[in-house]
Each structure stands twice: as C-alpha cells, then as structure tokens.
C-alpha cells in the first residue's frame, strides 16, 4: 500500500548524515525543578551547548541550545529554562516574552517534563496554558521525570500516569534523565515525529512552508512580524552609547533595576513603525584592548556566542579614525564582520561620526571615506554583494531613521520566504535566460527549495552522485538575491541528492 511505502521510505532517513540546519528543534519544557537540565544534558552528553541568554543572578535562566543524539536520531535541543511562569516583574516578563516567540518560531516540538514523585503541580498546569496559547500546533511528549524508583511499582506508575494524562496532551512515558531510563520510550515516541517532519523537509514541503500553488511569491509578512533583535557593536568611543539614545528616544524602556542587569541580554526596547525591537546586550563583543587580539582570543569567542541573539548587527565605524588610517577596519572588525555573517546574521555597517570630517560634503576627504568603506566591506566579505553601509552622525540627534530604515530592509529580507513552485519557475528561467557555460549543472537539479527563514536557506536537490560546482552555487545565490532582492544579507545553499 502507498502507506507502508510511505512508511518504508520514512523509515530510510538517516539522521545522521543530514546537515545540522535541517534538523527539527525540539523544546524542552516544564516547570523548575523537574529536571530539564539533566535531560538537556544526557541528550547532548559533553557536547558544547550555545547558550543564549542569562538574565538573571538567583537561578539559571539559560536557553541553551544543543546537538541532541538519541540512538540513531539527531535533532536539535533548546532547554527552556527562561520560562519560568513565576516571574513576575514586567521587564522579565518582557524578556522572557521575547525569547519566547523566538524560541518557539525556531521549535517544532515539545517534551513537557513533569516530576513523577511530586504528582501534578499547579505550574505543571500553567505550562500547559502556556504551551496551548503560544504554540497550539505543538503537541508535546508528556514525560514524567524521575521514575527510577517508581518504574518497579505497577500501581503507582499508574496513578502517576492517570494524573499525568489531566494535562491533556495525550499517555505520558516514563524517563529517568538521571538514570538514563526510557530513553528508548523517549526515542520511540520521538522517532516517527521527527521523521515525519523530515520527510516533509526533504520534499520541500516543510511544515511552515506555505501553500504551494499559491503564487503571492513570498509570505513574509509573518516572521518578519516577530520582534528584530538588534544588536549594536563596534570599538570603544565610536559612538554606540550615543547612537543607542537616539534610536531609543522617548520611546525609551530602560529594562528595570533587576539583580543581573549588567548580564542580561536585553538592554532595552523600542518600538519603530509598529514593530518591537530589542537591542540585545553586546557585552564581551569589542572590548578596549581587542584591536590587537586574533580570532581565538577570549573575547571574540564570547562575542561569536553573542552574536546568535542579535538578528541584525549594526557595526559602528568611527569616521575620523577611518579618515586617518589606512584601513577603514581594524583588526577586530573585520573578524566580527565576518562572524556576523558567517551565523546568518544580517550586517547593516554604520560610519558615525561624519561631522568631524574637515571641509564641505564634497570635499575629496568626504567623498574618500563615502568610498573606502563600502570599498574594504566588499573586499573582506567578498561572498556577499551590498551589505548596507550608511554614514551618520548620531551626535546630532537624527539618523534613527536612516540607521532604522536599513535596518528592517535587512530584517525583512533576512525573514523573506520563497514559495516552492516559484522558485522553480525562477531556477527555469535561470537556465534559459542566462548564458552558463557549466550548462550541465542546471539540469542536474531536479527542484530547489527554501527550507527555512531568518536567514534564507535553501536546498538544491541533485540527481544522483553529482555535485554542484562551488561556482555554481555562487551563481545561484547571486542569481537569487538580484532577483528577489536578498542582497546584503547571508544565504545558504545546501544540497541533496535525488535519484
Ligand atoms: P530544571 O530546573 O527543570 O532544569 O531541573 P534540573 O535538571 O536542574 O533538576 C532538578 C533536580 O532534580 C536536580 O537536583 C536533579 O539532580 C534532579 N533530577 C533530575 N532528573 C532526575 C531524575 O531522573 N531522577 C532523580 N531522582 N532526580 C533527578
Ligand atoms: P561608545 O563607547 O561606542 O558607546 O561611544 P559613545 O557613544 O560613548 O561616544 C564616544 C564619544 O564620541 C562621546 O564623547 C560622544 O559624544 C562622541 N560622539 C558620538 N557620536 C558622535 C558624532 O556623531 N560626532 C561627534 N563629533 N562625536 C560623537
């Protein structure tokens, strides 16, 4: 039957060998104390984990993200410990909202953790209100923590999973992230989910994927509705105090005087033509000193962590030194550039200070620095054409908008999504229209598609063991980003063969 050679089919995805991006995320949830962080961490093992945030000085509040292996599946794994439904103060509340919906748009499954021995708790009842509000289309694995002892009591396991099933997300498992117990439960309930999900990736039908007939072209209007993370970077004294007050305005929100502000990753809010955003914290990013500090210095491997919280990075250059030196970048800008980019971030350069250029507009001094920068970007960021650079001088009070108006151009175009049957009637026209001497090359892909958003990434399916040249592959992202207009921020082409 077409379901048991659906399932056949299924059943040969080999999680091993796909590419990280593709994988599914799935969240971990639950109240404190049921044992999130030790499923994280038996789910990774001594993996390095990504950690995205610390807000706060009592409790561990990290989202930590991780590459989760669980026999033969890979998926990703973000332990949600910033959920916390107690916290009570706005600016947490805020915080933690914003994380939230970031969190969720990059999840597409649960395991809602509850601790056996307690029974159900109120705030077990409150995650699933949460769960239900924020994220109905996740149907999460009810897992009931800590059962090493209990799993040898037929009667109390059943009790435990009566009460368990009053959350009404379906029969709970029984785990042990301590002891390792029913992680072949866990394995089990995950698998088909997952390789489900895969599937619908690997056909190009992923599950936000809209609907394919359709041809409204992009549908971007709902990601990039989410809020922009910002981040706002750059050396000492060039300015980004100054430019963060005018963008801020009176709009300004100085998150509250909480123990661990100085650590939190949000520094403040602001709200620009009916979109929230947040400009998250970039300590440990250009630290007095780092001019002269190569790639593997300590800070600058901080920063590279740092870097996953902010969608769009503004790096501000200082006019006057560019106007004195040879270079327009130092050292360490070029290497946080290039970070910037390499994470998929979108990059908007800002060249603050221009007031401080001696003689008129036109002057050759103006017109060098005008041309040096975009000049040196393009060469140290050679794999990207137009990244935006802009010059202002924040000391004035106005550029929110220059520095604004660049910076949701990015966003948007970071959020876009192409729809599938357009992308193939795009990668047609590529052929034809233009004269490609490695012809071969496009009638080895059999269809291309975007499998995810923020930043664009896109998959080439290939017939058999061929391989896209790496010229090639240049040739399409140039060819996408000119045609849907995707310049100046980062895409991803990966390939998969077909037979
Ligand atoms: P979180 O707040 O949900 O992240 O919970 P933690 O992972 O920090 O765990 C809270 C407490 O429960 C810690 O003392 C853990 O050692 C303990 N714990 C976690 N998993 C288990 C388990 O499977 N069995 C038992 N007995 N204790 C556990
Ligand atoms: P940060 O260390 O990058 O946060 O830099 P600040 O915002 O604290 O600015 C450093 C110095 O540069 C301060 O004295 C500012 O007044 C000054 N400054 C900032 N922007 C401008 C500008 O556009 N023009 C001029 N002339 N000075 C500026």
Known sequence: TLEEAMLANQKSIDFTELDINLLPTVMIIGRPNVGKSALFNRLIRRREALVYNTP??????????????????RFRVLDSAGLETEATSGSILNRTAAMT???????????FLI?????????????GKWLRKHAPGINPIVAMNKSESLHKDPNSFAEAATEALKLGFGEPIAISAETGLGMTAL??????????????????????????SQDNGSSKDDESKLPLQLAIVGRPN????????????????????EAGLTRDSVRAQFQYQGRTVYLVDTAGWLQRGDRHKGPNSLSVMQSRKNLMRAHIVALVLDAEEIAKARRSMTHAEVVIARQAVEEGRGLVVVVNKMDLLKGPRNSALYKRVKEAVPQEIQMVIPQITGIPVLFISAIDGRGRAAVMSQVIAAYEKWCLRLSTARLNRWLRKVASRHSWKDQGSQTKIKYFTQVKARPPTFVAFVSGNAKLSDTYVRFLTKSLKEDFDMGGIPIRIMQRSVP
């Open 101 to 111: 919906a970031n969190m969720l748009a990059r999840t597409q499954f649960a395991i």
């Open 115 to 127: 601790d056996v021995r307690t029974g159900l708790h109120p705030l077990d009842q409150e995650v």
């Open 187 to 212: 394995h089990e309930s995950l698998r088909p989910m997952l390789e489900n999900y895969m599937a619908k990736v690997l056909d190009g039908k992923s599950s936000q994927d809209e609907n394919l």
């Open 238 to 257: 060039v300015g980004k105090s100054t430019l963060l007050n005018v963008l801020l305005q009176e709009d300004r929100v100085l998150v509250g005087p």
């Open 56 to 73: 706060d000085d009592h409790v561990t509040r990290d989202i930590r993200e991780g590459l989760a292996k669980l026999g033969d599946l």
